[in-house]
């Protein structure tokens, strides 16, 4: 399975108990657009998560790269 984001503007808030935003159980790649994600776990893959985007906004922080502790749950509410 792969995720793939080649641009656009993506709002992405989830609730408690669904934590998250992105789940892949292969891939993510995030090659441009804007994306605002509001979850308690950015992004979850089993294989390589790479981004290319133009902006990417975590729990109101400006990200330049995706790293690991972004598919734990470091941003717990």
């Not at 509001?38 to 992004?43: G, P, V, Y």
Request: glycine fraction near 10%; charged fraction near 20%.
């Amino acid at each position: 399975m792969l995720i793939e984001v080649n641009g656009g503007i993506i709002n992405n808030i989830i609730a408690s108990g669904d934590t998250d935003s992105f789940d892949s159980n292969g891939d993510i790649t995030i090659y441009g657009g804007t994306i605002n994600i509001d979850a308690a776990s950015a992004f979850d893959a089993d294989g390589t998560v790479e981004l290319i985007a133009k902006e990417l906004i975590v729990n109101g922080e400006i990200m330049s790269e995706i790293v690991q502790t972004q598919m734990c749950e470091r941003y717990k509410r």
